[in-house]
């Protein structure tokens, strides 16, 4: 018998898999059958962990910090168009994996859509370059939780790592007791993510029509003077385009500002392994993201265009992690309201906190998912009695010591080096999940599946919408960092660690195929029957449980208990 590593590299033996297989490698059973012990995940996960984890999985300092630097780039409307374009790339993305997850989700994540709909050899190419940026992603943000309290307690006073340890030991502790213990956590962390962002837009609104107290009427005073697109300027490399072709220039050296901003928006599909009902979740939480662009993100970016010059010498001299960086604050003294910056800095340690506790969690299950598929050792495959890979929680605990490093500064400098190499990893991967829901919908095409009837849950604008979204991811990637080229000196080690990322996916995803003479799958021969017939019965299983819960309740005089609560307030989103 072949081992899992062969039938994930045989495309023949690929179409040939049978439940057994699948209940190997996901927590998801034949009502008749059972779970090999000690491999599989736990359905711990309800539609409203996942729709908040969807919800909040982006909202962090990408957005309260990262938008400074933007801004003082390009100016409002440059950065206004910018976080439209990538949101709407992201908006596709999102819809394509949740087309493709809603019809069988997959326990190997992007790995084992990849096997299944387009070539192994981009299984482990995707798989490899996406656990590579969730290994070092965790301690950037221990860093980055350490710098926040430094805005209270300085480096001097208490080693920031101390701070480290604090973060690590937390996050650690919550990954180990559990899926269900993570989703409460993260569905908490996420309401508070929600509420602080709605606030923020909320004041920047009154700030810009004079609500402040210091009551100036700001409106799009800055849009007209310094300007809505600004000329490119760089002191360091001595480089200034001016006219239309340098706020060109400005307009697409942010492009990448907000591609960071968005980056893990995509961490909620890991989380449909361990989904509860992912016919009915998983479309729900894809819905919310359209909401969270447009509301979050550009409504946010628009008042803040509004409230903070790109001139504003606090904006000018700002840098770091803490709340001084962030131009929400910069609004905020501007108008003189004393006290809420330090409120809102300790909202960004816990954005930060989450954001670390989410990606330990991402980086566990993506080391499962390449063990489940056969690409990395299967003892990665493990999991204790709540269904935790606490091999995986393992390894990322390790990598997250590299955090340490940053106790001493020259030891920073090379760790953001670290940063700038997995940077380019969140664009590969939708770039990769792109390819797959292309080469799906042509399968669904060749084998007479009809989207419009058949499936639980349809990407909209298609087919063109995901063709124009692989062709801007592509874009992006090609254009990262190119203002390297603008002037003198030459930054090399920017440039170097800013495109290393691209010629290892290249290079892991064509030895792969030459080694393995993999082939990309046909339309007509691609898998679309082996596990549906499982998640189906499952589907109906836990919807007639629901439905009878909904039925004892109704049959107890409709209690207004927590359950009822929820239904009314929050279930017509959630």
């Known amino acids: 018998m072949k081992d899992d590593h062969e039938k994930n590299i045989d495309s023949n033996s690929l179409l040939s898999r049978h439940t057994e297989d699948y209940n190997l490698t996901i927590s998801r059973s034949n009502p008749s059958g059972q779970v090999a012990s000690g491999h599989e995940l736990k359905k711990g996960l309800h539609a409203r ?127 180990i007791l559990g899926v269900r213990f993570f989703g409460e956590i993260e569905f908490w962390l996420s309401v508070l993510k929600v509420i602080t962002c709605l606030g923020l837009i909320i004041l920047l609104w009154v700030i810009a029509l004079g609500g402040g107290p210091s009551h100036d009427r700001i409106g799009f005073r800055f849009w007209k003077e310094p300007g809505a697109f600004l000329i490119y300027r760089n002191s360091a490399q001595n480089v200034v385009i001016e006219g239309s072709l340098g706020r060109f220039v400005s307009f697409v050296s942010v492009l990448v500002n907000a591609v960071f901003a968005f980056l893990g928006t995509e961490l909620c599909g890991i989380t449909f392994a361990e989904c509860r009902r992912p016919r009915m979740a998983i479309p729900k939480a894809i819905r919310l993201t359209f909401y969270r662009i447009v509301v979050f993100y550009l409504l946010s970016i628009f008042f803040l265009g509004m409230c903070v010059s790109p001139e504003d010498p606090l904006l000018l001299t700002a840098s770091g992690s803490t709340a001084s960086a962030s131009p929400f604050v910069i609004a905020i003294k501007n108008a003189h309201i004393s006290g ?35 690409y990395a050792p299967k003892f990665f495959s493990k999991t204790n009695r709540m269904g935790v890979p606490y091999y995986g929680v393992g390894l990322s605990f390790l990598f997250c010591l590299l955090a340490y490093m940053t106790v001493q500064d020259s030891a920073s400098e090379v760790f953001q080096y670290f940063v700038n190499v997995v940077s380019l990893c969140g664009l590969l991967a939708w770039t ?67 495109y290393v990322v691209l010629p290892v996916f290249l290079l ?16 007509d021969e691609v898998d679309l029957a082996t596990y549906k017939d499982v998640v189906d019965a499952e589907e109906e299983s836990w919807a007639a449980e629901d439905e009878e819960a909904e039925a004892l309740r109704q049959a107890n005089g409709n209690p207004k208990n927590w359950s009822w609560f929820y239904n009314k307030i929050f279930g017509w989103i959630f």
């Open 340 to 374: 809420l910056d330090h409120v809102i800095n300790g909202c960004i340690m816990l954005f930060v906190l989450s954001a670390a506790n989410s990606d330990m969690y991402i980086c566990s299950r993506t080391v499962y998912g390449l063990a489940v598929a056969g």
């Open 508 to 523: 892991f995803y064509g030895g792969f195929k030459l080694f393995y003479r993999t082939k990309l799958i046909n339309s």
């Open 49 to 175: 962990h996942v729709s908040m984890i969807a919800l909040g999985g982006a909202l962090g300092t990408g957005l309260l910090i990262g938008t400074g630097s933007a801004l003082k780039v390009a100016g409002p409307g440059a950065i206004l168009l910018a976080y439209g374009v990538v949101g709407f790339v992201v908006f596709m993305v999102m819809s394509a994996l949740g087309e493709v997850a809603t019809f069988v989700p997959l326990a190997d994540g992007f790995t084992g859509y990849s096997n299944r709909y387009v070539d192994p050899a981009l299984g482990f190419a995707c798989g490899y370059v996406y656990l590579f940026k969730y290994l070092i992603i965790p301690a950037n943000q221990l860093v980055a939780g350490s710098l926040t309290v430094q805005y209270w307690v300085s480096a001097d006073r208490l080693n920031p790592g101390v701070w480290i340890t604090i973060f690590l030991i937390v996050i650690l502790a919550i990954n």
């Open 432 to 498: 990769s999940l792109l390819i797959i829901h292309i080469r799906f919908m042509s399968a669904c095409k060749a084998q007479g599946v009809d989207r419009q009837r058949d499936l639980n849950y349809r990407s909209p604008l298609q087919p063109y919408g995901s063709w124009l979204a692989l062709v801007m991811c592509v874009l992006i990637i090609l254009i990262k960092n190119f203002t390297v080229f603008l002037g003198h000196p030459f930054p090399y080690k920017t440039f170097i660690t800013g």
